[in-house]
């Protein structure tokens, strides 16, 4: 790169998962060549990237008419999103930071079921028989006749965030608080991107977003070291517990077009009592904090460079995650990457890894 070439803006708007990973993988890997700006008006720990519960495992949107081409894409993000974390996880103190574990789940079923979508996407699949369910070492409801174990990462986004953050600021990266009313506001950037999650909705006009209410508790006083949760077809009303670092994370709900943020105290006793009749262990535990915040939803996510006319930066969207978005956050950033690099010509190639 010659010392007189001017190097490229960039500005990326939205500071959770999918705009701190964006962020860091461009000032990773084009460092030299961009300048590269994230705005947002929530940083971590204030963003829903920083409420979630942090199992890398996909699903498709069981809500309305879903992209054909939606199944695809969320195997591939995910499979990325696995690699990166394959990588991260190869250095210990890395792995120690940002808290990121590999665990066994239990899927817990009522009865066989077809196989899910996702099971080539996680580290490892075994169907369970009845006796199986019946001789696992944490105890679960007898309702429960079948299960699907698997093994995936947990990535803790509260450690996560600040890590992907202090990355990107080393790479030179640039953050600014604010909020943003209209990309007509980087009007002299080379490029923007996307990443306001349910803020789209007024960003850019995009009604197919809506948010889905998930409530969340931590509880202490209780040890388990693997993931349980139900299915819906045997379950109508959702149940995870989830193992962190330091507690267990336990939900949850599904609340379509819910904006209320505050946790709800019914809500927490019914969270819990489900909880704990799926896993009996779990009454030896104490609730020691909730929280609830709004996933994104979207029939299909938005990853895609806007075709505009005449003169204005490139814009990229990346947003309608729905509650997926720390298992498809690598993956995303990755073609989100390679959208930069077509727009504005760059010359060395993404590479896959931090």
Not at 187 to 216: E, F, T, W
């Amino acid at each position: 790169l010659s010392l007189n070439m001017e190097k490229r803006r960039v500005a990326i708007i939205g500071a959770g998962i999918m705009g701190l990973s964006i962020g860091t993988l461009l000032s990773d890997t084009h460092g030299r060549e961009l300048d590269i700006t994230i705005v947002a008006d929530k940083f971590t720990p204030e963003t829903t990237s920083d409420k979630s519960g942090g199992q890398i495992l996909p699903y498709i949107p069981a809500s309305g008419k879903v992209d054909p081409g939606l199944e695809k894409n969320i195997i591939r993000w995910t499979a990325a999103t696995v690699r990166h974390l394959q990588e991260l996880s190869r250095d210990p103190a890395t792995a120690e930071a940002i808290h990121l574990a590999r665990v066994t789940g239990y899927r817990l079923l009522g009865g066989k079921a077809p196989l899910p979508f996702w099971r080539d996407a996680v580290l490892a699949f075994k169907e369970l028989g009845e006796k199986e369910v019946e001789g696992l070492k944490v105890k679960v409801s007898p309702k429960y006749k079948h299960a699907w174990m698997y093994q995936t990462f947990m990535l803790e986004c509260p450690s996560y965030l600040p890590w992907l953050m202090e990355r990107f600021r080393r790479n030179g990266g640039l953050v600014e608080c604010k909020k943003v009313s209209s990309l007509s506001e980087f009007d002299g950037y080379d490029a923007v991107i996307n990443c306001a999650g349910l803020g789209a909705r007024d960003l850019v006009g995009d009604a197919s977003v809506y948010p889905i209410r998930g409530q969340i508790l931590a509880l202490k006083g209780v040890n388990l070291d693997a993931i349980y949760e139900n299915d819906k077809d045997t379950d109508p009303a959702m149940v995870y517990i989830f193992p962190w670092k330091d507690e267990l994370i336990i939900g949850g709900t599904a609340d379509a077009n819910d904006w209320s943020t505050e946790s709800d105290p019914q809500t927490t006793r019914d969270i819990y009592a489900r909880c704990a009749a799926a896993v009996p262990k779990l009454a030896e535990g104490k609730v020691v904090r909730t929280w609830a915040g709004l996933r994104p939803m979207r029939s299909t996510v938005r990853l895609e460079m806007e075709k505009r006319q005449g003169r204005g930066p490139a814009v990229i969207h990346c947003y309608g995650h729905g509650g997926q978005g720390i298992t498809l956050h690598w993956g995303c950033a990755l073609d989100v990457a390679k959208l930069v690099e077509t727009a504005l010509q760059l010359t060395t190639p993404t590479m896959a890894k931090l």
